[in-house]
T-cell receptor, first 114, second 114 residues
Framework: DVKVTQSSRYLVKRTGEKVFLECVQD?????MFWYRQDPGLGLRLIYF???????EKGDIPEGYSVSREKKERFSLILESASTNQTSMYLC?????????????FGDGTRLSIL | GQQLNQSPQSMFIQEGEDVSMNCTSS?????WLWYKQDPGEGPVLLIA?????ELTSNGRLTAQFGITRKDSFLNISASIPSDVGIYFC??????????????FGKGTRLSVIA
C-alpha cells in the first residue's frame, strides 16, 4: 500500500513565523503535490513537483514555497505565516511511470496561525 | 484554476437509502477519480475510471465515466452510517498519473440519519 506521511496532524504557529510542513512517501513516486483545503472551496493546488529539485506553481502559490531535495520528501514552506493561511494542508503523490496509478493522499496537517 | 461542478453540495439521507452525486466539466478528461474524506483525515481513493462509458463498482459504490468524457457520477446503494463524509470527484487530462495535476470538485458532504 502507498504510504504518504505528513509530519504533523496539528500545528499552531504565530503570525510572521517561518513554517515548514513535511511530507514523505514510501513508494518511490516521482510526482508530489501540496493542496490546501478550505470549507466551500474544495482542494486547491499550491505547488507540485515532478522530480527532485523540480517544482511547478499550482493555482495558489502566493505566500508559499517548496523544496524537493530528495525524491521521497516534499516540503511546503510558509515564509512569513499569516492568519489567512490557517487551513488544512494535504500532501499527495503519484507515479507517471505506472499506468493507472492515481494520486494518494496523506492524512493532512491542520495548521492554525494565530 | 479550473474546477469541476460537483452536485449536490450536501445531502441528508436516511440509512438504507441510495445516494447519487455527479460531476460535470466543460473540458474533456481522460481519467475520473472519486475520493472519500472522513472527518480529520485525508481523501481516500474509492474508484478510478479510465475509459469513456466505463462503469465500475466497489462494494456498494458504483461510478461511471460519462460517454462525452465531460461528466461522471457516483452512486452509493443502501447507505449506512459509516458512509458519512465528503466525497470528491477529480478529473485528469492525461490517463493514469501523468504529469498533469488533478482538477477537483468542491465536494459533496453526505450525512446519514440512522
Amino acid at each position: 500500500d502507498v504510504k504518504v506521511t505528513q509530519s504533523s496532524r496539528y500545528l499552531v504557529k504565530r503570525t510572521g513565523e517561518k513554517v515548514f510542513l513535511e511530507c514523505v512517501q514510501d513508494m518511490d513516486h516521482e510526482n508530489m503535490f501540496w493542496y490546501r483545503q478550505d470549507p466551500g472551496l474544495g482542494l486547491r493546488l499550491i505547488y507540485f513537483s515532478y522530480d527532485v529539485k523540480m517544482k511547478e506553481k499550482g493555482d495558489i502559490p502566493e505566500g508559499y514555497s517548496v523544496s524537493r531535495e530528495k525524491k521521497e520528501r516534499f516540503s511546503l514552506i510558509l515564509e512569513s505565516a499569516s492568519t489567512n493561511q490557517t487551513s488544512m494542508y494535504l500532501c499527495a503523490s503519484s507515479s507517471p511511470s505506472r499506468a493507472r496509478a492515481p494520486q494518494h493522499f496523506g492524512d493532512g496537517t491542520r495548521l492554525s496561525i494565530l | 484554476g479550473q474546477q469541476l461542478n460537483q452536485s449536490p453540495q450536501s445531502m441528508f439521507i436516511q440509512e438504507g437509502e441510495d445516494v447519487s452525486m455527479n460531476c460535470t466539466s466543460s473540458s474533456i478528461f481522460n481519467t475520473w477519480l472519486w475520493y472519500k474524506q472522513d472527518p480529520g483525515e485525508g481523501p481516500v481513493l474509492l474508484i478510478a475510471l479510465y475509459k469513456a462509458g466505463e462503469l465500475t463498482s466497489n462494494g456498494r459504490l458504483t461510478a461511471q465515466f460519462g460517454i462525452t468524457r465531460k461528466d461522471s457520477f457516483l452512486n452509493i446503494s443502501a447507505s449506512i452510517p459509516s458512509d458519512v463524509g465528503i466525497y470528491f470527484c477529480a478529473g485528469q487530462l492525461r490517463q493514469g498519473s501523468g504529469n498533469t495535476p488533478l482538477v477537483f470538485g468542491k465536494g459533496t458532504r453526505l450525512s446519514v440519519i440512522a
